[in-house]
């Protein structure tokens, strides 16, 4: 089992800049990828960005050159640095971390964290 605790969501400003985190735990394997997925009201669960524990970066298209996914492997710790956000980027947003163990792959969710981005 692997728990997700979630820090960092509020209220921003259109153009500001906000930082979320995700701290993981338990039975973590070396093989992991951990990332940020988001939720609008009314709308599927989508991916914004994820990092591999090998340091491979992928992101939505919408956030390409506003957001940055980063992480510490020490700590289990993911983050997502949220610069000129748009009041679009507005959702829940859960920290996902994939796990592989022996060729099967677990997921993992957090919480979720509220980021409410007013114009």
């Known amino acids: 089992q692997v728990q997700l605790v979630e820090s960092g969501g509020g209220l921003v400003q259109a153009g500001g800049s906000l930082r979320l985190s995700c701290a993981a735990s338990g039975s973590i394997s070396n093989d992991n990828a951990m990332g940020w997925y988001r939720q609008a009201p009314g709308k599927q669960r989508k991916l914004v960005a994820l990092?591999?524990?090998?340091?491979?970066?992928n992101y939505a298209d919408s956030v390409k050159g506003r957001f940055t996914v980063s992480r510490d492997n020490a700590k289990n710790t993911v983050y997502l640095q949220m610069n000129s956000p748009k009041p679009e980027d507005t959702a829940v947003y859960y920290c996902n971390i994939r796990v592989l163990w022996t060729l099967k792959s677990y997921d993992y969710w957090g919480q979720g964290t509220q980021v409410t981005v007013s114009s």
């Open positions: 990092i591999t524990s090998g340091g491979s970066t």
